[in-house]
């Protein structure tokens, strides 16, 4: 069962566009929602992370928004970049299953220059 | 600082071989966990452990099995492998294993089963 569903699989957009990366859940005891970015060759890197008491968390460029009514939430990347190439995954947990993780399928993001 | 690091980072067996992969997490960090990335997907959980004993088990066949050693290294391994256990392996650490603690990925081993 794929608790955590992730779109689009791919993206390309033009660089100083808004890239948005979407995530739906189906566990309602999932309190903490992190996005992680894998570029080829590496593990994947925490990129930003949001519980669910709060509606939006940004962190420069990067913003995550939540609605905890639909189970969704959202990563929005403004003024992309062709450094922003990559992997991007959402991802979930709950407080009694410690640090797992349920990933997304992941979606390719390429910004074209 | 070093990060996460895996050995080896690649791999050939055959079917029904077994295999091993080991796991050094960050200086200071006492949990390691494990995940199987297979092409096209997201990672999924195998293992975690905290100094010493398993914390959590993902839904993942007896033919995995893991270790922690007292210096917080780890091994994972893998017995009477199956052409749909190909895939790149992810160990990550973190701190003490808690609720939300940022885990640290490594960059992998990727296992070809042939």
């Known amino acids: 069962q794929q608790q955590v569903k992730q779109s689009p699989q791919s993206l390309i957009v033009q660089k100083g566009g808004i890239s948005i990366i979407n995530c739906a859940y189906e566990n309602t005891a999932f309190d903490y929602f992190p996005w992680y970015q894998q570029f080829p060759g590496k593990g994947p890197a925490l990129l930003i992370a949001?519980?669910?008491?709060?509606s939006e968390k940004k962190e420069g460029r990067f913003t995550i928004s939540f609605n905890k009514s639909a189970k969704q939430f959202s990563l929005h990347i403004m003024d992309s970049q062709p450094g922003d190439s990559a992997t991007y995954f959402c991802a979930a947990s709950t407080y009694n299953a410690g640090n797992m993780l349920t990933f997304g399928g992941g979606t390719r993001l390429m910004v074209k220059p | 600082d070093a990060g996460v690091t895996q050995s080896p980072t690649h791999l050939i067996k055959t079917r029904g071989q077994q295999v091993t992969l080991r796991c050094s997490p960050i200086?200071?960090?006492?949990?390691v966990s494990w995940y199987q990335q297979v092409l096209g997907q997201g990672p999924q959980f195998i293992f975690q452990?905290?100094?010493?004993?398993?914390?959590g088990r993902g839904n993942f066949p007896d033919r995995f099995s893991a270790r922690q050693f007292p210096n917080y290294s780890s091994e994972l391994n893998v017995n009477a492998l199956l052409l749909g256990d190909s895939a790149l392996y992810l160990c990550?650490?973190?701190?003490?294993?808690?609720?939300?603690?940022?885990?640290?990925f490594g960059p992998g081993t990727r296992l070809l089963v042939l």
């Open positions: 990550a650490s973190s701190l003490a294993g808690g609720y939300q603690e940022t885990q640290y």
């Open positions: 452990y905290y100094e010493k004993e398993e914390r």
């Open positions: 200086s200071g960090h006492k949990s």
């Open positions: 949001i519980r669910p008491d709060v």
